[in-house]
């Protein structure tokens, strides 16, 4: 049988991860293309939107392994497998070649594809969308990814943050895992189009909304959750590839 080949939007870095529990850490980003979902402020629809699979590049591990390294200039570092959902990719013999050459491995899904192979990683976020985004939770889906984890990886629950609705959802799902860290996130309200990375962010409303979401926090006490920007965006806006 042929090797399973990984369906890949994009592969960039160094750079810093610009989100939740490994918020500045220098970062190599394997993105897969393709999602079970499409959550309504998506801000990678280049590799989520089924319009652009034309750019998704099925590649072997070999050859993206001679891409990480190239960009790492072979020193190991922590791998980010994003989306897209990355889950739905075969990603496992990636890890396991990765890891025979001392890399760490990322990986963030918003809990719906349950994989054996995440047991095999390092750090695994699981970010469920809240109600803003369109999606409906399967909480029973988000426990079987937890089930595949095994508690090996270590876990850390994120939740991005638009209105109040989004906040009672957080809370809620904070109640359901009290065992996870808890990291909230104030949503981007102005996500780039899928062809155009450049577009205008407004960093202004988002500051203001992590402002609101801070306050909050503090004036419900409830000391468990912690508040991060999406530190890649207020440094760069919306450009992809950093």
Known sequence: MSEARI???????PTIQGE?????????FVRTGGCDYRCSWCDTLHAVDSEYRDQWQPMPVDEIWQEVTRLSGGKPLTISLSGGNPAIQPLGPLIARGHT?????????QGSVAKEWFSELDVLVLSSKPP?????TNWADFDDCLRMAGGK????????VFDDVDYAYARDASLRYPHLPLYLQ???HTPPPADADDALVDIDGIVERMRWLVDKVGDDKWFEARVLPQLHVLIWGNKRGV
């Open 20 to 28: 939740g529990i490994l918020i500045g850490l220098p970062t190599i």
């Open 7 to 13: 369906r890949v939007s994009e592969i960039f870095g």
């Open 153 to 160: 990886p270590q876990i850390a629950l994120k939740i991005v």
């Open 101 to 109: 050459e001392g890399y760490r491995f990322a990986l963030e899904t």
């Open 186 to 188: 104030p949503g981007n």
């Open 132 to 136: 803003s985004s369109g999606m409906a």
